[in-house]
């Protein structure tokens, strides 16, 4: 296991991801160039979520976006320990804490980026 980026800006839209690192850089390089749509290995698996003006969108390897309701989502295998913070009113910080504790496959250190660019 290593430390990896987990959240990318592709336009007006950040993106984090989650399962298959190679896959999920695969989908990146998509949303950066959406004419050339990759291929993916059926045997592993992966998870984006979409955050743009419009809202909130979960990608798979189907490649179709699925808007989701509410605020908040998560992914990844800590994801159900999170949601659960965060419907109780825990910061993004302290629910990624409480999904680590729990999980072990939820890293203890935390990216964020502001939807909006710094000027």
């Not at 695969?26 to 291929?39: A, L, V, Y």
């Not at 992966?46 to 390897?61: A, K, M």
């Not at 989701?68 to 999170?82: L, M, Q, T, W």
Request: glycine residues 10%; charged residues 20%.
């Amino acid at each position: 296991m290593f430390e990896m980026e987990k959240i990318f800006r592709v336009g007006a839209s950040l993106y984090g991801i989650s399962g298959s690192p190679e896959q999920c850089l695969k989908f990146i390089e998509w949303r950066r160039q959406p004419d050339q749509r990759p291929t993916f290995n059926t045997n592993l698996n992966f998870s984006v979520l979409e955050l743009n003006p419009s809202g909130i969108f979960f990608w798979n390897e189907e490649m179709q976006p699925l808007p989701v309701p509410g605020d908040f989502y998560a992914v990844g295998s800590g994801a159900n320990f999170a949601l659960g913070a965060l419907s109780m009113g825990a910061s993004l910080k302290k629910s990624i804490a409480i999904a680590a504790r729990w999980d072990e496959g939820t890293g203890h250190e935390v990216q964020s980026m502001s939807l909006r660019a710094k000027s």
